[in-house]
Structure formats: structure tokens, C-alpha cells
């Protein structure tokens, strides 16, 4: 991370400017569209997008792992970072960012309850049987993600984290989606069993090799879903802060893309999984760019200690 991003979001403590770029290097590795997305944040927002995402990363990581999963060691981690959270401080370089941002943007501690205790569900729980129950397992694990974004990001309508909620949905709902063959491996089918039974499909029909018309309906079916998700979400972004919208519409647009790369693939995301190109990356983020730079210059100098509104002298 540059000195002139952690400069501009005033965090001047060498051990907290070495935990937040802990945090970013977790996003250049392993969120790669989230992280174009956040090179069109004005400086002083980036820090604290990293620290929330590396957060985020680091937890889920502890029971994804295909090599070496620890859900022990997500809980003990768990439990110390909120107490870290509610005491001050910490000596985990990816709690220190994270609680630093929590506490600086006032993020609800409640947020990152919800997380945690999904991110424990997928110790004991390996399947779903309804799209509501799914939904319940998303509201942590992605929409309360949209949720603590929203006070860095801005907003100019409190509207706007009712659409967060669903962009995250969309977000995590797509990552099942791609993820069909690798989370089966992790013992997880995360598309609601009532959806297999619609369309035939038991949970070793997802195993790699030929990919039966049955299942490839299925994940058809929860593309269009996917879909749905995203243009409720839309709207949401105009109601953010205009130095943040490029950003957001980025991600939108990349993360959208996966369903692209899925029919593409003729749907088959049991032997495979799909990406959007570098190329494609750069098509979409480079306009954005252009379009993000102007957005800063027409916005005032503001104090960037803690939650922010827009200060645009225009909204277009």
C-alpha cells in the first residue's frame, strides 16, 4: 500500500500501517476484481476497504481451505477479535486493521457477529434445503459485508444499504455458483436442495466429469436468479457517495461478468473454474477510471476521521 493512501486516511502508526497493508496484500492476492474495483476509491477509502475485505478473507479461509482447514481455529480467532473490538487493540495484524476501521467508521459490532456465526455454520452445515434457508446463511456471510462497507463508501440516501445488502447476495450467490465443483470437494452443495429436486439432480451428479442437461439447467436457473439480485441491487449505487459509485460499478460489472463466463463455459462449472479475463478486467475498470478521477476533483476536501457524506458539489 502507498504511504500516500494510509497518509491520506490518517493512520500514521507504523504497526498500524504495516497491519493494513497485511489487509491489502490479502486482497491483491485473492480478491482480484474487488481490488481493481477499489483502485478507484479516493485515496483515503482504500485502507479501510482492504482491512474489511483481508478481515473478511482471513476468517473464511480458517474453514475453506481445500489444503489445511482450521474451524477451531476460526472460532478462538473469532471470539478474540471481538473482544479485541469491544477492549481496544490487537496483536493479529488483520483484527488490528479491521477493528481500527470498525471503530473509526463506527461499523456495528453486530455486522461481524452475523459473520462470524455463518462463517461457523459451515462447519456443521453441508447443505440447504430452501432458498430462504440460504438467504438466512447469506445475511452473514454476505450482506452484512455490503452493510460495513457502506460507512466507508458514503452515501448520499440511507436507501442505499438496503441495495448493499443485495449487491451482496448477488456477490456471494455468484461466487456459489462458480464454486459448484470446488465447494462439493469442501463436503458443501450450497444451491438449495429444493432447486436440485426441481431439476433432478442429486448432490453427485455435481462430482467432475460429464455434466448432465439436468445440471446444467440448474445452474442456469441460478444465473437468472443471480441476475434478479443485481438489478434490485443497481440502484443502490447512485445513492453512494459520487466518489465511490465508479468503484462499486466496477465491481458490479466484474463480478456480474462471472455469469457471462458461466454460459460460456456452457455452463459447466463442475470441472472448472470460470474467471474474467485480465483483458476484459481492464475494459470494464479503465472508462470507470477516467470517469472516478473526475468524480474526486468535483468533490471538496473533507476530514476523513470517521463515516462520510457526500460533500459533491453535483451529483451527476
Given at each position: 500500500?502507498?504511504?500516500?493512501e494510509?497518509d491520506a486516511?490518517?493512520?500514521?502508526?507504523?504497526?498500524?500501517?504495516?497491519?493494513?497493508?497485511?489487509?491489502?496484500?490479502?486482497?491483491?492476492?485473492?480478491?482480484?476484481?474487488?481490488?481493481?474495483?477499489?483502485?478507484?476509491?479516493p485515496?483515503?477509502?482504500?485502507?479501510?476497504?482492504?482491512?474489511?475485505?483481508?478481515?473478511?478473507?482471513?476468517?473464511?479461509?480458517?474453514?475453506?481451505?481445500?489444503?489445511?482447514?482450521?474451524?477451531?481455529?476460526?472460532?478462538?480467532?473469532?471470539?478474540?477479535?471481538?473482544?479485541?473490538?469491544?477492549?481496544?487493540?490487537?496483536?493479529?495484524?488483520?483484527?488490528?486493521?479491521?477493528?481500527h476501521?470498525?471503530?473509526?467508521?463506527?461499523?456495528?459490532?453486530?455486522y461481524?457477529?452475523?459473520?462470524?456465526?455463518?462463517?461457523?455454520?459451515?462447519?456443521?452445515v453441508?447443505?440447504?434445503?430452501?432458498y430462504?434457508?440460504?438467504?438466512?446463511?447469506?445475511?452473514?456471510?454476505a450482506?452484512?459485508?455490503?452493510?460495513?462497507?457502506?460507512?466507508?463508501?458514503?452515501?448520499?440516501d440511507?436507501?442505499?444499504?438496503?441495495?448493499?445488502?443485495?449487491?451482496?447476495?448477488a456477490?456471494?450467490?455468484?461466487?456459489f455458483?462458480r464454486?459448484?465443483?470446488?465447494?462439493?470437494?469442501r463436503?458443501?452443495?450450497?444451491?438449495?436442495?429444493?432447486?436440485?429436486?426441481a431439476?433432478?439432480?442429486q448432490?453427485?451428479?455435481?462430482?467432475p466429469?460429464p455434466?448432465?442437461p439436468e445440471v446444467?439447467?440448474?445452474?442456469?436457473?441460478?444465473?437468472?436468479?443471480?441476475?434478479?439480485?443485481?438489478?434490485?441491487?443497481?440502484?443502490?449505487?447512485?445513492?453512494?457517495?459520487?466518489?465511490?459509485?465508479?468503484?462499486?460499478?466496477?465491481a458490479?460489472?466484474?463480478y456480474?461478468?462471472?455469469?457471462?463466463?458461466?454460459?460460456?463455459?456452457?455452463?459447466?462449472?463442475?470441472?472448472?473454474?470460470?474467471?474474467?479475463?485480465?483483458?476484459?478486467r481492464?475494459?470494464?475498470?479503465?472508462?470507470?477510471?477516467?470517469a472516478?478521477?473526475?468524480?474526486?476533483?468535483?468533490?471538496?476536501?473533507?476530514?476523513?476521521?470517521?463515516?462520510?457524506?457526500s460533500?459533491?458539489?453535483?451529483?451527476?
Open positions: 500500500m502507498s504511504a500516500r494510509l486516511a490518517g493512520i500514521h502508526d507504523p504497526s498500524l500501517r504495516s497491519s493494513y497493508e497485511t489487509c491489502r496484500r490479502l486482497n491483491a492476492e485473492h480478491g482480484k476484481s474487488y481490488y481493481l474495483a477499489t483502485l478507484l476509491l485515496p483515503h477509502k482504500r485502507p479501510h476497504v482492504h482491512a474489511l475485505y483481508g478481515f473478511a478473507r482471513y476468517a473464511d479461509d480458517f474453514v475453506d481451505s481445500l489444503t489445511a482447514p482450521d474451524p477451531d481455529r476460526l472460532v478462538a480467532w473469532g471470539d478474540a477479535f471481538l473482544d479485541a473490538v469491544r477492549t481496544g487493540g490487537s496483536d493479529d495484524p488483520v483484527a488490528a486493521a479491521a477493528g476501521t470498525m471503530s473509526r467508521y463506527r461499523i456495528p459490532v453486530a461481524v457477529e452475523a459473520f462470524l456465526q455463518s462463517m461457523r455454520q459451515d462447519i456443521t453441508s447443505s440447504y434445503a430452501t430462504d434457508d440460504l438467504r438466512d446463511y447469506m445475511y452473514g456471510s450482506a452484512v459485508i455490503g452493510l460495513q462497507m457502506v460507512p466507508v463508501l458514503g452515501v448520499v440511507d436507501r442505499a444499504h438496503h441495495h448493499a445488502q443485495l449487491l451482496g447476495e456477490f456471494q450467490l455468484t461466487n455458483i464454486d459448484v465443483g470446488e465447494d462439493l470437494v463436503g458443501r452443495v450450497y444451491l438449495p436442495q429444493e432447486d436440485l429436486d431439476f433432478g439432480v448432490p453427485h451428479d455435481l462430482r466429469g455434466v448432465r446444467r439447467d440448474l445452474v442456469q436457473f441460478e444465473v437468472e436468479r443471480a441476475r434478479r439480485l443485481y438489478a434490485e441491487a443497481a440502484p443502490g449505487i447512485d445513492l453512494l457517495d459520487p466518489t465511490s459509485r465508479d468503484c462499486v460499478w466496477t458490479f460489472h466484474l456480474g461478468g462471472i455469469l457471462d463466463e458461466v454460459e460460456r463455459a456452457g455452463h459447466d462449472v463442475l470441472n472448472q473454474r470460470v474467471t474474467v479475463s485480465r483483458p476484459r481492464l475494459r470494464i475498470a479503465g472508462p470507470r477510471l477516467v472516478a478521477a473526475r468524480a474526486r476533483r468535483r468533490v471538496r476536501p473533507a476530514h476523513h476521521d470517521g463515516p462520510t457524506t460533500t459533491s458539489t453535483s451529483t451527476t
